[in-house]
């Protein structure tokens, strides 16, 4: 919406970012407003684009992967398996089953910690700061285990094409079975901290509604989505790694809290069940976990002599802890993709933002746009527009092309 | 090490994020977390500029974000410390060659303290925060 119809329709505007201590990332906000009402809302993300995918365009997989794991220091993982699994299928690499299982494992750890530092965040913007430092003082167990596993805390290196870099070995697995009892015995505390509290009850309770029909028009995914009732979760769907083999159903808020309403509050009691899943699913994964090998081809040159060869496109498709995370890659018999785009789970969420802040009072910003859990340096992508011919294609265009196709193929 | 006279004041602290990837962010606030606790020597995140003794610079510096820093600083009071944490901010870490960046940081502010790491741990921000500390005692030996 451009600046100038804002002015006209509503008395003043407010503008928010894109440097504010509410944000902890960069992003510029404009609020029309009515009194203490929101009516229009206008955002402008891109002050974090760095360029990932030009960048990636001039190195080869195996330095892409490492630069995957910079498009966001929080899901890391996530962009790394997709992009991987991407490359892997151009390729026609063979994952070796144990190297699944334990990218399953840390990918649900990361979702863990990304739960759980949400938690803290959601709590931090309502005001209730002793309940964020209790949600980043139990993060801290997943970020040693993680550390443990991987050898690092942040940005963690050890995915690569075709497998992982490091193995888990007998002397971690207690360590790993410590962390998930540790997370188990937190659980009901977790419930009750957050779901059984007054004010955080009063503050979410009804506030930042996205509709199913809006969640499902805005191609909202994710978390937000499964609280607004919509049952999709690529590890359900259309499973990856080693999420075939196991049990994972998309979790939607349960009837007994008022089942799915759409509101904050929903997507808290997602994203804390979440954390529970995640713990069962690591479970399942160390019992179920083959032995074997963890790389396809531990010869990096030979590896980066099979991708410089391949031909071919693909997508990798992953569930985020924000929601479906997607890239895709096509390479050419170069030794770098001839393209390569990511889609962000934050990236579908941003629109959701519109519907959920109309209506609703300047003190319930800050929490309603940290509840589809936003990260904007996953999201900053740029699009080139050349000779001014956007090419985006609406249903109608979709349709044409599809009925052409048709006639051609007749002819 | 002798505690420095700016401890008398707390120090406070300002972060601002140029475009990084979110890893430095969440390694800033997991050190005023409860394991860490620096908060039992003062030492805090406040929502202004203009209250902070500390600048925490993270990111590469993208082009938008470039002339938004200057701003921030200049709103700071002295004496000010720059700290830049991340291999990003020094050197331009993983995006050295992006179209996109004004950066390293000190392209941009003048940096006092650097605390290199992708991203660095807990324990390298608060002895990069020790660092700053002497640094500020020897500034308001000077004034």
């Known amino acids: 919406m451009s600046a100038e119809k804002t002015k006209k329709t509503v008395p003043y505007t407010v503008p928010i970012g894109p440097v504010h201590p509410a944000l902890k990332e960069p992003v510029m906000f404009t609020f029309g407003m009515e009194g203490e009402i929101v009516r229009t809302v206008d955002f402008a993300p891109g002050q974090t684009h760095r360029g990932i995918?030009?960048?990636?365009?001039?190195?080869?997989?195996?330095?892409?992967?490492?630069?995957?794991?910079?498009?966001?220091?929080?899901?890391?993982?996530?962009?790394?398996?997709?992009?991987?699994?991407?490359?892997?299928?151009?390729?026609?690499?063979?994952?070796?089953?144990?190297?699944?299982?334990?990218?399953?494992?840390l990918h649900e750890l990361e979702r863990i910690q990304?739960?759980?530092?949400?938690?803290?965040?959601?709590a931090h913007e309502l005001g209730f700061d002793s309940l964020f430092y209790l949600a980043w003082r139990v993060r801290e167990e997943s970020m040693d285990l993680i550390e443990n596993l991987t050898g690092n805390r942040v940005n963690y290196g050890i995915i690569q094409v075709g497998g992982v870099r490091r193995d888990i070995s007998d002397e971690q697995r207690p360590l790993i079975e410590k962390g998930l009892a540790y997370y188990e015995g937190l659980l009901d505390q977790m419930a009750t901290l957050f779901l059984e509290d007054s004010t955080i009850r009063m503050r979410c309770r009804d506030h930042g509604f996205l509709s199913e029909d809006d969640a499902r028009k805005l191609c909202t995914v994710g978390p937000s989505a499964r609280a607004s009732g919509l049952n999709m979760d690529v590890r359900q769907d259309y499973p990856y790694c080693a999420y075939g083999d196991l049990d994972v159903k998309a979790i939607l808020p349960p009837a007994e809290t008022g089942g799915p309403r759409g509101d904050v509050?929903?997507?808290?009691?997602?994203?804390?069940?979440?954390?529970?899943?995640?713990?069962?699913?690591?479970?399942?994964?160390?019992?179920?976990?083959?032995?074997?090998?963890?790389?396809?081809?531990?010869?990096?040159?030979?590896?980066?002599?099979?991708?410089?060869?391949?031909?071919?496109?693909?997508?990798?498709?992953v569930e985020a802890p924000r929601g479906e995370c997607m890239h895709y890659?096509?390479?050419?018999?170069?030794?770098?993709?001839?393209?390569?785009?990511?889609?962000?789970?934050?990236?579908?969420?941003?629109?959701?933002?519109?519907?959920?802040?109309?209506?609703?009072q300047l003190a319930d910003i800050p929490i309603i746009v940290a509840s589809i859990d936003p990260c904007l340096s996953c999201t900053d992508r740029v699009t080139v527009v050349?000779?001014?011919?956007?090419?985006i294609l609406t249903k109608e265009d979709l349709t044409r092309l599809s009925r052409e196709k048709t006639r051609r193929l007749m002819q | 090490m002798k505690i420095p006279r700016s401890f008398n004041r707390s120090l406070w602290v300002f972060h601002l994020n140029t475009g990084s990837c979110n890893g430095c962010e969440i390694e800033i606030v997991a050190t005023i977390t409860p394991r860490y606790d620096p908060e039992r020597f003062g030492m805090r995140l406040?929502?202004?500029?203009?209250?902070?003794?500390?600048?925490?610079?993270?990111?590469?510096?993208t082009k938008k974000m470039a002339p938004r820093a200057r701003r921030v600083y200049e709103q700071m009071a002295n004496p000010k410390v720059v700290m830049c944490i991340g291999t990003c901010g020094q050197s331009g870490g993983?995006?050295?060659?992006?179209?996109?960046?004004?950066?390293?940081i000190d392209q941009v502010l003048p940096v006092d303290v650097y605390v290199p790491g992708c991203p660095p741990r807990p324990e390298a921000i608060i002895y990069g925060v020790v660092k700053a500390l002497e640094k500020l005692e020897?500034?308001?030996a000077e004034q």
């Open chain 1, 53 to 105: 995918e030009w960048m990636g365009m001039r190195r080869n997989p195996v330095q892409i992967v490492h630069l995957t794991d910079r498009v966001c220091g929080i899901c890391g993982i996530v962009h790394s398996i997709s992009f991987a699994r991407a490359v892997e299928q151009i390729v026609g690499i063979e994952v070796p089953e144990r190297a699944d299982y334990i990218r399953t494992i």
């Open chain 1, 114 to 122: 990304s739960h759980l530092l949400w938690a803290g965040v959601a």
């Open chain 1, 265 to 317: 509050y929903d997507r808290i009691i997602v994203r804390l069940l979440e954390i529970g899943q995640s713990v069962g699913i690591i479970r399942q994964c160390l019992d179920a976990m083959p032995a074997g090998e963890i790389l396809w081809e531990p010869k990096m040159a030979k590896l980066l002599a099979a991708c410089k060869k391949a031909d071919g496109e693909a997508i990798g498709r």
């Open chain 1, 329 to 360: 890659v096509r390479m050419a018999g170069k030794e770098a993709p001839e393209s390569w785009k990511i889609k962000a789970s934050t990236y579908s969420n941003l629109m959701s933002w519109i519907p959920m802040l109309q209506g609703e």
């Open chain 1, 386 to 391: 050349r000779d001014g011919k956007p090419d």
């Open chain 2, 46 to 61: 406040v929502g202004s500029p203009k209250h902070a003794d500390v600048l925490l610079v993270t990111g590469p510096v």
């Open chain 2, 94 to 104: 993983v995006f050295y060659d992006s179209y996109n960046l004004d950066g390293p």
């Open chain 2, 138 to 140: 020897r500034l308001e």
